[in-house]
């Protein structure tokens, strides 16, 4: 699968099996968020692998009760080890950095034959909590990680589906300007 294949198949999914996730088919997903580009390649990210059903139920709660988070084999949740640093554009890198990792992340599980549905709703101070981060690590990201469950709108299992170029996205046009903001 190519790269606009893998961004063209990507859902948010919401079930999932029970079937685990492969050891091998984590470490590529994983791999692909530690391989992401960051400012001045700081690399400044924790990523969490939440396996244990009690753990990924608590991770449900602090996401406000989204029930797939535990339902899913595994939850990924994407840390800032230093917020601190501003880029010279004046923008904070670690929201940034993290969520080009989780990005590459998110596609090399499509490539996997794996579903995720990203995660911005949760309580920072409750995942914190769960998985003991400290508080000067920001919480950027969460999603659940596993196999799509069958019958499920969004299910890339088998990559069945035609990518259908444009589909619910703007055009281009409406969203791109040249040599100047229009």
Known sequence: MDVL?????RKSVRAYSDKPVEEEKLRKVLEAGRLA???KN???WKFVVARDPGVRRRL????????FVEQA???????A???KYVMPCGQPAYSIDVAIAVAFMVL???????GTCWLGAFSEDEVRKVLGVPAEVRVVAMTPLGYPAEGVAG???GLKRMVVAGANRKPLEEIVSYDKYQ
């Open 5 to 9: 294949t893998a961004i063209g198949t």
């Open 37 to 39: 580009p960051s400012a």
């Open 42 to 44: 700081r690399q400044e």
């Open 60 to 67: 449900a709660q602090a996401a406000h009760g989204q029930r």
């Open 73 to 79: 084999p595994v939850a990924l949740v994407a840390c």
């Open 81 to 83: 080890v230093e917020p």
């Open 108 to 114: 090399e599980a499509t490539e996997q034959g794996l």
């Open 155 to 157: 299910a890339v299992s």
